[in-house]
């Protein structure tokens, strides 16, 4: 059974940082795309960051600079390093698995940036 799920939420002040963490089981985790996405209150959810199973990364303009995904296949697990955060920044973030057409999502991690 394949599972996914996201940790490091939480709140922070504008400029702080946040690393989260989403753990893959129950798949060959090194073969696989892996994306961040978020999802704001009333917005629709939008693409933060990728990283493929060949290293390949792409970043939403958004976040260029300030955020950066990685991955370590040895522990199954994608990270996605968030500095500089900002208020616009609140949402709830989910880790996307994929590879051709198959997809697996986590619950989500809320962030929340105030002060």
């Known amino acids: 059974q394949v599972q996914v799920v996201e940790s490091g939420g939480g709140l922070v002040q504008p400029g702080g940082s946040l690393k989260l963490a989403c753990v893959g089981s129950?798949?060959?985790?090194?073969?696989?795309?892996m994306d961040w996405y978020r999802q704001a209150p009333g917005k629709q959810r939008e693409l933060v960051a990728t990283l493929t199973a060949a290293g390949t990364t792409n970043y939403a303009d958004f976040v260029k600079g300030r955020f950066t995904i990685s991955r370590d296949n040895a522990k199954n697990t994608l990270y996605l390093q968030m500095n500089s955060l900002q208020p616009d920044d609140t949402a709830v973030y989910y880790c996307?698995?994929?590879?051709?057409?198959?997809?697996?999502w986590g619950q989500g991690t809320q962030v929340t940036v105030s002060s």
């Open positions: 996307n698995i994929r590879r051709q057409a198959v997809y697996y």
């Open positions: 129950g798949i060959m985790f090194s073969i696989y795309t």
